[in-house]
């Protein structure tokens, strides 16, 4: 393994946030070696209680954190947050403006009392028009055209994730660490606001420049006009699906040669590649022929040293069986309650190696008492700051 990869030792982050936006930033500072401190109410993060495809939010995206209690409707949880914030160079949050005014660390009040402290602010929109607005990962697909993209005419469709949540959290994660350069020269710290719309902007400007340079929307991503030869899904010799490529002249002539339709190389109408991209409602239906008459399993070693793109269709359970997912730290294992789950880390190696990443799953409140006692805190203090006392009452 890397030795002890953890750019971010000693950096202390307070995490206040729910669902997969702020939390996976959090979630990445923390795989960096930042002590992340993760704030939910008295019954702990909502995002834990929820099932089907949200149950997985919060263990995933949680791993390697500490957690705190605070009631932050009191004035004693108030005051504790403040204590806990004086010793945090990063404080994450993507609550609504006037609920964080209501705590005590609006905008004015964090950047009054703590001018060191670098603010992430994790929200739908950036300032402007829509910054008031209620937004969802689903939403914003909606607005920016991905959606309109992804699904067919007339059936817009969203991502098969929560890709802009994850890839929003990434930002923010990322413009902290500029911050945290930035600060380590001038000593000051700086309010970030990170947008999940923007973000979903930043995933459909390819489309939107090819509007800027020939005036004219791009169809679907599944009616699209295609650049490439061969860019499709077929069918094996037992009706599995299987997706190939050729998008190079070496490609061309290697796909040929490996189905044995060495007569299209010599073709006249195919010389060029817009002659193959021109032809491709006929040369497909061939290529589809001779896939047909593989299995996948024999296909794909030959695809592979032929240096053709392709890729079986998989679920994401499949991943579990994977002979790259599951090589020798491919996956961490977390704890979580009784059991433990297998998911990925940082997709990066340092030194030739990925970082451990994962990370155990806090318990509501584990950390409370540890973390809170550091700050000053008297047990009395403790059981109103995180609403036990009342609780126990």
Request: aromatic share 6%; hydrophobic share 40%; charged share 25%.
């Given at each position: 393994m890397?030795?002890?990869?953890?750019?971010?030792a000693?950096?202390?982050?307070?995490?206040?946030?729910?669902?997969?936006?702020?939390?996976?930033?959090?979630?990445?500072?923390?795989?960096?070696?930042?002590?992340?401190?993760?704030?939910?109410?008295?019954?702990?993060?909502?995002?834990?209680?929820?099932?089907?495809?949200?149950?997985?939010?919060?263990p995933?995206?949680?791993?390697?954190?500490?957690?705190?209690?605070?009631?932050?409707?009191?004035?004693?949880?108030?005051?504790?947050?403040?204590a806990?914030?004086?010793?945090a160079?990063?404080?994450?949050?993507?609550?609504?403006?006037?609920?964080?005014?209501?705590?005590?660390?609006?905008?004015?009040?964090?950047?009054?009392?703590?001018?060191?402290?670098?603010?992430?602010?994790?929200?739908?929109?950036?300032?402007?028009?829509?910054?008031?607005?209620?937004?969802?990962?689903?939403?914003?697909?909606?607005?920016?055209?991905?959606?309109?993209?992804?699904?067919?005419?007339?059936?817009?469709?969203?991502?098969?994730?929560?890709?802009?949540?994850?890839?929003?959290?990434?930002?923010?994660?990322?413009?902290v660490?500029?911050?945290?350069?930035?600060?380590?020269?001038?000593?000051?710290?700086?309010?970030?606001?990170?947008?999940?719309?923007?973000?979903?902007?930043?995933?459909?400007?390819?489309?939107?420049?090819?509007?800027?340079?020939?005036?004219?929307?791009?169809?679907?991503?599944?009616?699209?006009?295609?650049?490439?030869?061969?860019?499709?899904?077929?069918?094996?010799?037992?009706?599995r699906?299987?997706?190939?490529?050729?998008?190079?002249?070496?490609?061309?002539?290697?796909?040929?040669?490996?189905?044995?339709?060495?007569?299209?190389?010599?073709?006249?109408?195919?010389?060029?590649?817009?002659?193959?991209?021109?032809?491709?409602?006929?040369?497909?239906?061939?290529?589809?022929?001779?896939?047909?008459?593989?299995?996948?399993?024999?296909?794909?070693?030959?695809?592979?040293?032929?240096?053709?793109?392709?890729?079986?269709?998989?679920?994401?359970?499949?991943?579990?069986?994977?002979?790259?997912?599951?090589?020798?730290?491919?996956?961490?294992?977390?704890?979580?309650?009784?059991?433990?789950?297998?998911?990925?880390?940082?997709?990066?190696?340092?030194?030739?190696?990925?970082?451990?990443?994962?990370?155990?799953?806090?318990?509501?409140?584990?950390?409370?008492?540890?973390?809170?006692?550091?700050?000053?805190?008297?047990?009395?203090?403790?059981?109103?700051?995180?609403?036990?006392?009342?609780?126990a009452?």
């Amino acid at each position: 393994m890397p030795d002890q990869f953890a750019p971010l030792a000693g950096i202390r982050v307070v995490e206040m946030s729910h669902m997969i936006m702020g939390p996976s930033c959090g979630m990445f500072l923390a795989n960096l070696g930042a002590e992340v401190i993760k704030v939910e109410p008295p019954k702990g993060d909502k995002t834990r209680h929820l099932t089907g495809m949200g149950r997985p939010m919060f263990p995933l995206f949680n791993r390697g954190k500490k957690s705190v209690t605070l009631d932050v409707k009191t004035e004693d949880g108030r005051d504790a947050l403040r204590a806990l914030l004086a010793t945090a160079d990063v404080f994450v949050e993507n609550f609504r403006d006037a609920a964080l005014d209501k705590a005590g660390i609006g905008r004015a009040a964090l950047r009054k009392e703590f001018p060191g402290l670098v603010v992430a602010h994790c929200k739908g929109f950036l300032s402007g028009p829509y910054e008031n607005r209620t937004a969802l990962d689903e939403v914003v697909q909606m607005m920016t055209g991905l959606a309109y993209m992804t699904g067919p005419t007339g059936r817009p469709l969203r991502v098969g994730s929560s890709a802009n949540d994850i890839m929003g959290g990434l930002f923010a994660a990322f413009s902290v660490l500029a911050a945290l350069m930035e600060r380590g020269r001038t000593g000051k710290g700086r309010e970030l606001r990170i947008g999940l719309f923007e973000n979903c902007l930043l995933l459909v400007a390819q489309h939107m420049v090819q509007f800027e340079l020939e005036g004219k929307n791009p169809p679907p991503m599944p009616e699209r006009e295609f650049s490439w030869p061969v860019y499709d899904i077929f069918h094996d010799a037992e009706g599995r699906q299987v997706f190939v490529g050729a998008v190079t002249e070496g490609q061309w002539e290697a796909i040929c040669r490996l189905l044995g339709l060495e007569e299209l190389l010599g073709d006249p109408r195919l010389e060029t590649r817009m002659d193959q991209i021109e032809a491709r409602n006929w040369t497909i239906p061939r290529i589809a022929e001779k896939i047909a008459e593989w299995r996948v399993e024999d296909l794909a070693p030959r695809l592979e040293a032929a240096g053709l793109p392709f890729s079986p269709i998989a679920k994401p359970c499949d991943m579990y069986d994977d002979p790259h997912v599951m090589r020798p730290g491919g996956l961490a294992v977390s704890h979580y309650g009784d059991g433990t789950f297998r998911a990925p880390g940082l997709p990066f190696e340092v030194d030739g190696e990925m970082l451990p990443g994962g990370g155990d799953v806090p318990e509501v409140g584990r950390d409370s008492k540890v973390v809170l006692t550091a700050l000053g805190l008297s047990a009395a203090q403790i059981g109103r700051a995180t609403g036990s006392e009342r609780d126990a009452a």
